[in-house]
């Protein structure tokens, strides 16, 4: 089973920036990829962007340029940094995991919480 902890958001300016961490705990799991996906209000959730456990990326059209996924050592905490904030990235955004059960080597996708992000002025 893994569990999902998120944090960063918060209420910012247009123009500036916010960095979202997600940390993923448990045991008796690999993880193949992470990445946050974001919901606004009345839409659809959406892929922002994805990382793999070989450190491959993958941005949605509008991160690209000014959002970057990253992961730490243990490929366990995931990263996305968001400068040149937009009012159209306002959204509640979470974490994504997909991750191999070892024993029985099904993959799952596990999903955080969710943490807002605002930007207004």
């Known amino acids: 089973q893994v569990q999902l902890v998120e944090s960063g958001g918060g209420l910012v300016q247009p123009g500036g920036s916010l960095r979202l961490s997600c940390a993923a705990s448990?045991?008796?799991?690999?993880?193949?990829?992470m990445g946050w996906y974001r919901q606004a209000p009345g839409k659809q959730r959406e892929l922002v962007a994805t990382?793999?456990?070989?450190?491959?990326?993958n941005y949605a059209d509008s991160a690209k340029g000014r959002f970057t996924i990253s992961s730490n050592g243990a490929k366990n905490t995931v990263y996305l940094q968001m400068n040149s904030l937009k009012p159209e990235d306002t959204a509640v955004y979470y974490c994504?995991?997909?991750?191999?059960?070892?024993?029985?080597?099904?993959?799952?996708?596990?999903w955080g919480q969710g943490t807002q992000v605002t930007v207004s002025s």
């Open positions: 994504n995991v997909r991750a191999q059960v070892l024993t029985t080597k099904l993959m799952l996708l596990y």
């Open positions: 448990g045991s008796g799991f690999s993880i193949n990829s």
């Open positions: 990382i793999s456990s070989g450190g491959s990326t």
